[in-house]
């Protein structure tokens, strides 16, 4: 994007002119938009600020630039939604927009910039907000901490700063809030709940609401498409009549998001406010209760029918009858995307290296926005626009390589249920005896720091500064370090640590047909990470092995076991845009015999253990309850085909991250690993309990140190962890490891922590 410097060096930017419209019978909008910047410009210009090599003004300077570059890129819609820039987390930006800052950043005497990345960030000691998963999105939010005595207050700054930012460019904003019950539903609260707050809190709303002088306010309530008990359903009726009861107010619009608000639908339509924003991509089953419902007859029905969570091309067609459907029996249509296109890369044009059968069925950030435009203009009588459908949509590239695809179909219409069953447990721990293995065996879950110039290698070679046998010998070169130091520090079970890998995801899918990367389709994942989410277009299959030999060559540095490491069909498909053509079950099914191939590879080189990582199993997890036995029937039944083939005597070994895991424990037993090392510091081991109830009998390895922060644990305070789970674990099943991989930490911290978690393995193991 371009940009105007003045002589004083503060970047200005021009006025967006925006045609001026008559109103039209159907307005076109989204529900929000990326914020990390097409170049990733808010990562860098964030990390530089943490890094203290530039200041404030510099990190507002682009961040300005940014929200204006948004701006523009919205400017041919009718509606364009404000706030939806943050320096870290939106949920993270309401903390501050109601000013419950916890007392422990408070105290700190720092900036209210500082004191919003130490929430995030932790600073001094001082812990961060938890962070988790948004829904089931691969976005982390950050959780606000609540208590009985929250006051909020509020503190309008960023927001009245954005609006009128937009206001002298000539663009005026739907400004887009986290409703209150999703706020509230969302934080955490040790001693009420946070629902109890609804009430002070719908009153800081409203003032706010009297405050701005914007046509429309959005109000996010995506928790309305999880279970909701009828006092919460209560909650959502008084807080909407509530708001829309004020005098002198913006127009209301509530948007829900990621599936179908069920009984929260009619209770959201019968209250005072102006329209409803509805997925309709992933509810379509909606449109007719939508269409019945008579209290819409007199509101805006913003209808998602534009995908804001995948990548394919919207088959128009569909979405004009879906349009069309609505247009008679709504008060007023909007056209729209699903959700925020947070969750999609900008711009699908850069993208000059992929397969253009690929490609032109593709649609990111700013092609979606051009699909809802052409849409709207199509239902717009008064231009009546012709859409041209013959365009393709999204979906499998069908001419593809045929004589694979047709052999992989073949395949998974072949799968037996035994393909899914190994050896009984009992005789694979008598296979697995030869393995030597200590009581409280320590090992790490894979990844070793990804250091910059691991990075910048893999961009040399990209770049064409360096030939593959020179990359191959750097990446053995920092295997051999990794094997000596952690032979050094007397870890039982090595890994390689995972330096030739971009991504836990991308470095499998670039090796996997059916598969597609990008070069720039970043998204953001939480504050400044950003993740590739990789394409699977097609039939899935492995042309060649993909770890193998980077795993021998680490075996053949040590006389300890060295762990294959794979990623799972689950996550495989939970951190990539997948076909939406086919169920997901084949599709994983598919990846999971890619898999299985590795696995048999592996055993045959002689690989003794190997881990299949699926941190992502609990995230797929559907929203509402009733869909759940089915999902951990598909997605437990795909991590077992991939594993079912390895023999009894090669350990099978599973890694899931990202804490709450009570509503998995069926689904962590089902998955039959041998091994399954699983995160717990943080939560100070409540998981074995569960795991115990569940009559959870083979081995856990639940993490005793919190990679997560760059605090380096003592040897006392994971002695502490390890005993903990003694009480729960017989120490025949317990492993000693971190919560997860060390690729986002370095060495500095990676080192103490695991000398220190191997002194407290010693002092724990003395005493049994
Ligand atoms: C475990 N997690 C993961 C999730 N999803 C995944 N797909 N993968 C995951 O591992 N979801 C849940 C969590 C989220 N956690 C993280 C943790 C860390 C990151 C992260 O560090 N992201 C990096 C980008 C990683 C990457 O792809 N690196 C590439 C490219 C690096 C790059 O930007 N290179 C520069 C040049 C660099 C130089 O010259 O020095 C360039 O190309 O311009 C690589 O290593 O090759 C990030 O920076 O944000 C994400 C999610
Ligand atoms: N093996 C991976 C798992 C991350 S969830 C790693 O260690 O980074
Ligand atoms: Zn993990």
Not at 221 to 236: F, G, H, I, N, S
Not at 470 to 477: G, I, K, Q, S, W
């Amino acid at each position: 994007m371009v940009s105007w410097e003045d002589p004083t060096g503060v970047i200005a930017t021009p006025p967006i002119h925006r045609h001026a419209r008559e109103e039209r019978d159907v307005n076109t909008t989204v529900l929000g938009y990326p914020r990390i910047g097409a170049a990733r410009e808010l990562k860098q210009a964030v990390e530089k600020y943490w890094s203290g090599s530039t200041d404030a003004a510099d990190l507002e300077a682009t961040a300005r630039q940014l929200r204006a570059d948004t701006w523009r890129d919205l400017a041919g819609l009718d509606v364009i939604p404000g706030n939806t820039f943050s320096y870290y987390d939106q949920m993270l930006d309401h903390v501050e927009l109601f000013s419950a800052v916890p007392e422990r950043f408070r105290g700190l005497g720092l900036s209210g910039l500082d004191t919003y990345f130490a929430m995030a960030r932790g600073r001094d000691g001082v812990v961060p907000l938890e962070l988790t998963k948004w829904f089931d999105t691969n976005y982390h939010y950050l959780v606000p901490e609540l208590d009985k005595s929250t006051v909020f207050r509020l503190n309008p700054a960023k927001l009245v700063t954005e609006l009128a930012e937009a206001r002298d460019l000539g663009v005026a904003l739907r400004p887009v809030l986290i409703g209150p019950l999703t706020f509230l539903l969302l934080s955490k609260s040790p001693d009420c709940e946070p629902l109890s707050l609804l009430d002070q809190l719908v009153d800081v709303y409203a003032e706010l609401l009297g405050q701005l002088d914007v046509d429309w306010v959005q109000f996010d309530e995506p928790a309305l498409v999880q279970d909701r008990t009828p006092a919460e359903l209560d909650a959502l009726r008084r807080t909407y009549d509530k708001l829309a009861a004020l005098t002198d107010r913006p127009r209301l619009l509530v948007a829900t998001y990621f599936g179908d608000p069920g009984p929260a639908l009619p209770v959201l339509a019968s209250t005072g406010v102006d329209g409803l924003a509805l997925d309709l991509v992933s509810a379509p089953g909606m449109v007719p209760r939508i269409a019945a419902l008579p209290s819409l007859q007199r509101k805006t029905v913003v209808a998602g029918v534009v995908d804001g969570r995948n990548v394919w091309r919207t088959p128009l067609g569909d979405a004009l009858s879906t349009c069309a459907t609505l247009l008679g029996s709504v008060g007023r249509l909007e056209v729209s995307t699903s959700c925020s296109l947070l969750h999609v890369p900008y711009d699908v044009e850069v993208e000059d290296e992929l397969d253009p059968r690929v490609r032109e069925r593709l649609a990111f950030a700013r092609q979606k926005v051009d699909e809802v435009v052409l849409l709207g203009r199509a239902l717009s009588s008064a231009e009546g626009v012709d859409v041209d459908l013959t365009t393709p949509a999204g979906g499998p590239v069908k001419e593809s390589d045929l004589a694979r695809e047709q052999a992989v179909r073949e395949r998974v219409a072949a799968i037996h249920p035994e393909d899914r069953q190994r050896a009984s447990y009992d005789e694979r721990r008598e296979a697995q005896q030869s393995l030597g293995l200590p009581l409280l065996t320590t090992t790490t879950i894979g990844s070793f720091p990804q250091t910059a110039d691991l990075r910048r290698t893999r961009a040399d070679l990209r770049a064409g500064r360096i030939d593959e046998a020179t990359y191959d010998e750097r990446m053995r070169a920092e295997i051999a370090d990794v094997i000596r130091l952690q032979e050094n520090l007397g870890l039982d079970v090595l890994v390689h640590g995972e330096p030739e890998r971009n991504d836990m995801v991308q470095y499998f899918a670039e090796r996997l047909d059916g598969y597609a990367t990008t070069r720039l389709g970043w998204v953001q994942s939480y504050g400044s990470r950003c993740v590739r989410p990789p394409i699977l277009y097609g039939e899935v299959s492995r042309p060649t092995a993909m770890t193998v030999p980077w795993t021998s060559y680490a075996q053949s540095l040590t006389i300890r076991p060295v762990k294959g490491m794979l990623t799972g069909p689950v996550t495989m498909l939970a951190w990539s845009f997948v076909r939406d053509d086919q169920p997901l079950q084949v599709t994983a099914d598919q990846v999971a015999l890619a898999l299985r191939d590795e696995v048999a590879d592996l055993a045959e080189a002689g690989i003794r253990i190997i881990q299949v990582d699926e941190p992502a199993l609990r995230e797929l997890l559907p929203l509402r309850e009733a869909d759940r036995k089915a999902y951990l029937d598909w997605s437990v039944g795909a991590f077992r085909l991939a594993t079912g083939g390895a023999p009894a005597s090669v350990q099978v070994h599973t890694h899931l991250c990202y804490s709450e895991f009570g509503a998995v424990i069926t689904g962590i037993d089902g998955l039959d690993a041998d091994v399954t090392t699983i995160e717990a510091a943080r939560s100070r081991m409540e998981v074995l309990a569960d795991l115990a109830s569940a009559g959870f009998r083979r081995g856990v390895g639940p993490g005793v140190y919190d990679i997560h922060s760059p605090r380096v644990p003592s040897a006392e305070e994971m002695t502490a962890l390890i005993r903990s789970a003694l009480a729960t674990t017989p120490a025949e099943q317990l492993w000693i490891n971190p919560d997860c991989g060390l690729k986002t930490r370095s060495y500095a911290e990676v080192e103490p922590a695991l000398r220190n978690l191997a002194t407290a393995t010693q002092q724990v193991r003395a005493t049994l």
